[in-house]
């Protein structure tokens, strides 16, 4: 936090502020009370992590799961260049000589994709954290690894969001503003690459003037953070295209370079496939989350939401005992990456359980 390099990247501000020594005791008190047999449980050894190529400061959280269940680390980060994985990596030399222990289970890496190095690495791990799209994950399983090797896999996950018409049409002008700026976050910091960006917005209760109004505000905070590279506005008009050809589009299209909103006329068996990048948007209007129900697979990851009750959502997908949807967020809160993350406890799932009786 006062590297002034760092100012310019929210990312790593972000992971800062989330592994102060406050924050990780608070995570090991709620691990505590979520985790059975928490006194009782060890590392179980070495952990291979894979990080994803797009999320650059993600490395750094799969290290530090690792190290919070008590484990050794081998993290690769990727070969593409992040100057934010440069600045962490400075944070990290600079005080693990503190930390000789610590020092000596740690070891960040990059290569080239090799299938080699990987299956060296793979073999002498008690479990592999696996970061990146389906195609990644099924080249390293057929790795040989240990008998007893566990792998956490992070795939391709699709994540949507729920705003109530008649709360949006209430809130004020600065709240408007604030969950905007929100919104942006979750979307347009990543190019909606991240799984966690909602590519669908769902509107219930639907009041047609509140949804021109969040968009304008959505707009309004692109137009002021947002750098819209060329080819991206090349591809979210291509994009319009192939929907409107494909009989997705249909109604009222909202494009313009910053903002893209799509009115889904016709919804495909698999909602997985409508996807957006640099603020392309799809949505739809819903009478009650039963509409929803039919395309939730267990692809879908994060369902945030606005104007409506939390326990109401999470009641009915548990109800429903739907295949999908592992996380429940407000708006603004999509990148909010945590130790309980894709329906994984990361601390329970990389530790074992010494049974005493």
């Given amino acids: 936090m006062k590297d002034r390099s760092v100012k310019g990247f929210p990312d790593i501000i972000s992971f800062a502020y989330w592994c102060r020594k406050s ?13 059975a047999y928490f006194d009782e449980r060890i590392g179980r050894g070495l952990t291979f992590h894979i990080a994803p190529s797009n999320i650059p400061v993600n490395f750094a959280f799969s290290l530090a799961f690792g190290l919070l269940a008590g484990n050794a680390c081998i993290v690769r980060v990727p070969s593409k260049p992040f100057e934010q994985t440069g600045v962490i990596c400075r944070a990290i030399e600079d005080v693990l000589p503190e930390h000789p222990e610590i020092a000596k289970r740690c070891a960040v890496v990059t290569y080239p994709v090799d299938d080699e190095v990987t299956g060296a690495f793979s073999l002498v791990s008690d479990a592999r954290l696996i970061w990146g799209g389906d195609s990644t994950i099924a080249s390293v399983r057929r790795l040989p690894s240990k008998p007893r090797c566990v792998d956490i896999l992070f795939s391709d996950r699709y994540s949507v969001a729920l705003m109530d018409g008649r709360a949006m049409k209430d809130i004020g002008d600065e709240d408007l503003s604030r969950l905007a700026e929100g919104f942006y976050n979750d979307t347009y910091l990543m ?7 909602p590519q669908m917005i769902y509107w219930l209760h639907d009041v047609p003037e509140s949804r021109d109004r969040f968009w304008a505000a959505v707009r309004e905070s692109a137009a002021r953070r947002y750098v819209l ?23 009222e299209v909202r494009f313009d370079g910053l903002l893209t909103v799509v009115d889904v006329l016709s919804t ?19 009478s009650d989350l039963n509409e929803i129900e039919p395309f939730v697979t267990e692809r879908f990851q994060t369902l945030l939401y606005f104007g409506v009750e939390a326990s109401d959502i999470r009641d009915f997908v548990l109800k429903k005992k739907l295949r999908g949807i592992d996380r429940i967020v407000p708006v603004g809160h999509a990148m909010d990456i945590d130790i309980v993350w894709d329906g994984y406890d990361l601390v329970a799932e990389l530790s074992r359980i010494v049974d005493v009786r």
Avoid: H
Avoid at 23 to 35: L, P, Q
Avoid at 191 to 197: I, L
Avoid at 268 to 286: A, H, M, T
């Fill in 229 to 251: 590279q060329p080819q991206i506005a090349m591809d979210k008009y291509v994009q319009l295209c192939e929907d409107v050809l494909d009989a997705v589009a249909g109604g």
């Fill in 191 to 197: 190019d909606q690459n991240a799984c966690s960006s």
């Fill in 23 to 35: 924050n990780i005791e608070k995570k090991r008190d709620e691990s505590r009370s979520r985790t």
């Fill in 268 to 286: 495909p068996d698999d909602i997985c496939g409508l996807r957006g990048k640099g603020g392309y948007f799809y949505q739809q209007v819903v």
